[in-house]
């Protein structure tokens, strides 16, 4: 089963232009990571986000984790080209298997040059 | 230093056949994680293994399902009588203990006919 939902499914915008993305999920948790995929294949870490940190940077992204409504959000500034991918949010539970990691379906991003 | 890899990057078998798909982990990543991932979706945990030891199976589908890890650094997933419904990405990750960031593999894509 798939505990994190990411919003929207799709999203296309012109480079340049920020993207943001949200995930919600249903379960409590140790840590909240996102991963990018090119044309469904391997996965990349982007950024870990611990369930006592509300914000955390990393170069031209900034995630958020708000624990009370159990939702974190991607936000990517500056679009480029080459940040057309698929995004995942992922989920390190306290209560799951031994593995912990849920995916979402993820978002589908495209950016127009 | 290298990465996850994975081999062979592609294979085609046909309904009903053996299939062995092999993952290398980063050299001294203890864990190591199997994921199926279909069209569309996102990665679906399979398998997870401390060391030698299948730490977690709660995510293969059926018995014809299953993974060694016998010297606790190659994997192999070996999936006997294949069915078309097999066909996905099926993806490797390492990680240097329990939990935290994966590195993960490129994938092998398993077609059956």
């Known amino acids: 089963s798939q505990q994190g939902e990411e919003d929207p499914q799709a999203l296309s915008i012109q480079e340049g232009e920020n993207a943001t993305m949200n995930c919600s999920y249903k379960?409590?948790?140790?840590?909240l990571q996102w991963y990018r995929q090119n044309s469904g294949r391997g996965l990349v870490h982007l950024i870990l986000i611990r369930s006592n940190e509300r914000e955390k940077h990393s170069g031209r992204l900034r995630v958020t984790l708000d624990t009370s409504k159990k939702s974190s959000s991607l936000l990517i500034t500056a679009s480029r080209a080459a940040d057309t991918a698929s995004y995942f949010c992922?989920?390190?539970?306290?209560?799951?298997?031994?593995?912990?990691?849920?995916f979402g379906k993820g978002t589908h991003l495209i950016i127009q040059p | 230093g290298a990465g996850v890899s994975q081999t062979p990057s592609n294979k085609v078998t046909e309904k009903g056949k053996y299939v062995e798909l092999r993952c290398d982990p980063i050299s001294g990543h203890t864990a190591l994680y199997w994921y199926r991932q279909s069209l569309g979706q996102g990665p679906e945990f399979l398998i997870y293994f401390q060391g030698t030891g299948a730490a977690d199976d709660s995510g293969l589908p059926n018995d014809r399902f299953f993974a060694v890890r016998p010297e606790g650094s190659v994997s192999t997933l070996k999936i006997q009588r294949t069915e078309r419904g097999d066909s996905a990405v099926y993806l490797c990750?390492?990680?240097?203990?329990?939990?935290?960031?994966?590195?993960f593999g490129p994938g092998t894509r398993l077609t059956v006919t």
């Open positions: 990750a390492s990680s240097p203990g329990r939990g935290g960031q994966r590195f």
């Open positions: 379960t409590s948790i140790n840590n």
């Open positions: 992922a989920t390190d539970g306290r209560g799951g298997g031994a593995d912990g990691l849920t």
